[in-house]
């Protein structure tokens, strides 16, 4: 059947991005250059998903004269006229073809769906957090610019949003020094700078989409922690490596807790990454490799839209 | 810009005398455990009014005039502000992004062996 040709090219490049994503997370090169990973995580997911609607929705519409969105256009103006039915087609390949134009639909509703809740669940989440800490949070001389809130524990974090905050909890005061205090405002404010949260809320999206992929949950949580590594690097620039190491250690060893030894085979954990990478950075990646994978992040990002779009 | 400043340092000061006591006041015993003295009556009616829409106060009518209390205790809400902060897998845990979580079992042991040695190589910073 003509049209099948660019539904097998979508599907080839629906499951290149998983392949390619597993790839990504056995990969070492990310954490040299986390900014140029994140890109690249990026045009895998955006490549990915478009091309798994696409290819079911070639398979949809096919066959067809135009583009694959000009035949799903056209599908849509037959399907409101009333005509359901291919002339001279057997009503199998009918039906074979209607349930990929399903699930296509679902999908891209999915997607869809999932981004606009993760969205809702964000803003809501921060206005509650304002909320509080307008009658909770009161400022401290010895963080200027944070917000401090009166709990034993150490916790850090910031509020992205138009109306950013940076919030630090007495147990946090008491844990480090000033210096280190100092660094890991400067870690909170390149998150607040370059809205690190808006890269990784389409990933947490994803990962409530498909609760159950390994790969995405993996791609979400190594997403994330490229993000602490950006985040790292920028502070870095302004405080000494040292110090943000030491209140990253000291943070991570606040719990109280001491685990029977042996209980958990942790394998490398997040905190003893980013402080491996502050204490001896890697190597950036070259110019060279950075402009490839550019290169393959636009390929990937426009090869799927450029078989959706062309006839 | 300032009003609402001015009503945020309000909404705070008057949760602060709801929950300094443990029964229900009225309008007019709140006015009088601000430090803010001068405050009209209606203002401060105003803001309790604020605080019962956002589910911070309850109000209670007693004969004809209401009396307020707070909806939970402070270290109710600063226990759900931190667990927002603290908790790593939920939903809600893109709304925010936090410096680092503490870890335990043989991370937390690979962790302080790292930074007692760091320690050991020129003391705290």
Known sequence: MPGLADATLL??????????????????????????????????????????????IAVGVAPRDSSVAGGAAAMAARLANGQFLQPRQPIAVTLIQAACLTAGLALLTLLCW?????????????????????LLAHGDPKVPGALVVDYP????????GLRSKIVVSVGTLDLLCPAELAAVIAHERAHLRARHDLVLIPF?????????????????????????????????????????????????????????????AVAEGEITARVARLLTPPPPLSRRAHLAIWLAAGLLTVTPIILLTMP | MTTVNRLGELERAIMEVLWETDKPLTVREVSGGL??????????????????????????????AWRYRPAATREAYVAELMLTALDQTGDRSAALARFAQS???????????????????????
Request: net charge positive; proline share 3%.
């Open chain 1, 11 to 56: 599907a080839a490049v629906a499951l290149g991005s998983v392949r390619g994503a597993s790839a990504l997370l056995r990969a070492s090169w990310p954490r040299r250059s986390p900014a140029t990973a994140i890109l690249l995580w990026q045009a895998l997911g955006l490549a990915g998903g478009l091309a798994a609607v696409g290819a079911f």
């Open chain 1, 114 to 134: 999932v981004l606009i809740l993760a969205f809702a669940g964000v803003l809501q989440a921060r206005r509650r957090q304002r909320e509080l800490l307008a």
């Open chain 1, 153 to 160: 524990a150490a916790a850090a974090y910031c509020l992205p």
């Open chain 1, 204 to 264: 947490t999206s994803l990962r409530r989409a498909f609760p159950r992929s390994r790969v995405v949950a993996q791609a979400q949580r190594s997403v994330a922690l490229l993000i602490e590594m950006l985040a790292d690097d920028r502070a870095r620039r302004a405080r000494p490596a040292r110090e943000l190491a030491t209140a990253l250690l000291r943070f991570g060893t606040s719990g109280a807790s001491f685990a029977p030894a042996g209980a958990l």
């Open chain 2, 35 to 64: 430090t803010q003295r001068n405050l009209a009556h209606t203002t401060v009616m105003t803001v309790l009014d604020r605080l019962a829409k956002k589910g911070f106060a309850r109000r209670e009518r007693d004969g004809r």
């Open chain 2, 103 to 125: 870890v335990s079992g043989a991370e937390a042991t690979v962790l302080r062996d790292a930074l007692e040695q760091i320690e050991g190589n020129g003391g705290k910073t």
